[in-house]
């Protein structure tokens, strides 16, 4: 089966670094994204990895290795507008055709 | 360019009754998407079309749902019958054949309330 795990829930502090971590069990694996969700709204694209590495974006920055099954996103100098869900998504291809399997999301507080 | 739109933004209808929603996406995407978003749970995908064709439907679909993409530009999502469990956010999202990353942009959502 298609399994993305991050965590529920994380806190930080206004002008922190924080570092949001994501695993994956996938199969026909082509790519990894991070969006970003405010709440009662749409997610927006932050990042996409297909090749393991870092690419850096700004204040984020996101990490792949695909050997392990492993991304993290990287947010630097934290603002209170960074309070969100980040949603980890593993594009897999499957029948001729690409889907997204998003994770559950994880919800970060960021706070003075 | 002015982002994937959804209609309506709300709906709250009664156990039994039929909804309907509507995507208009980005106007140069062939790609479209619609998933559904519980609170504190990711999307979950339920179809993709390719211009008018429905390429693949998720077993998240029963046969209360049904989605048309009639003229390959907007789409819209039929439940019949409706129950308490489908109440939900549902998003639209739609992306391009061309670039490098092909990423979906989501629209605003429908969030359906089913009492």
């Known amino acids: 089966g298609q399994n993305i795990d991050q965590p529920t829930e994380m806190t930080a502090t206004e002008g922190a670094i924080v570092q949001i971590n994501c695993t994956y069990q996938t199969s026909g694996f082509n790519g990894l994204f991070w969006y970003q969700q405010h709440a009662g709204e749409a997610p927006t694209f932050l990042s996409y990895?297909?090749?393991?590495g870092l690419e850096e974006k700004g204040r984020f920055s996101s990490f792949l290795s695909r050997s392990k099954g492993y991304s993290y996103l990287l947010l630097k100098e934290l603002q209170m507008k960074d309070s969100a869900s980040y949603l980890c998504?593993?594009?897999?291809?499957?029948?001729?055709?690409?889907?997204?399997?998003f994770g559950a999301g994880t919800r970060l507080a960021v706070h003075p | 360019d002015t982002g994937v739109s959804q209609n309506p933004r709300h709906k709250i209808t009664k156990r039994g009754q039929n909804v309907t929603f509507r995507c208009d996406p980005i106007?140069?995407?062939?790609?479209l998407y619609w998933y559904r978003q519980t609170l504190g749970q990711g999307p979950e995908f339920l179809t993709y079309?390719?211009?008018?064709?429905?390429?693949?439907k998720s077993r998240l679909l029963s046969d209360r749902f049904s989605a048309e993409r009639p003229k390959g530009s907007f789409s819209t999502l039929e439940i019949q019958r409706t129950e308490q469990g489908d109440s939900a956010m549902y998003l639209c999202?739609?992306?391009?054949?061309?670039?490098?990353?092909?990423?979906?942009?989501f629209g605003p959502g429908t969030r359906l309330t089913v009492t």
């Open positions: 999202a739609s992306s391009s054949k061309t670039g490098p990353t092909y990423e979906q942009y």
């Open positions: 990895n297909v090749l393991d």
């Open positions: 106007s140069e995407h062939n790609r």
């Open positions: 079309f390719q211009n008018e064709a429905q390429l693949e």
């Open positions: 998504a593993v594009r897999v291809r499957s029948g001729g055709y690409n889907k997204l399997i």
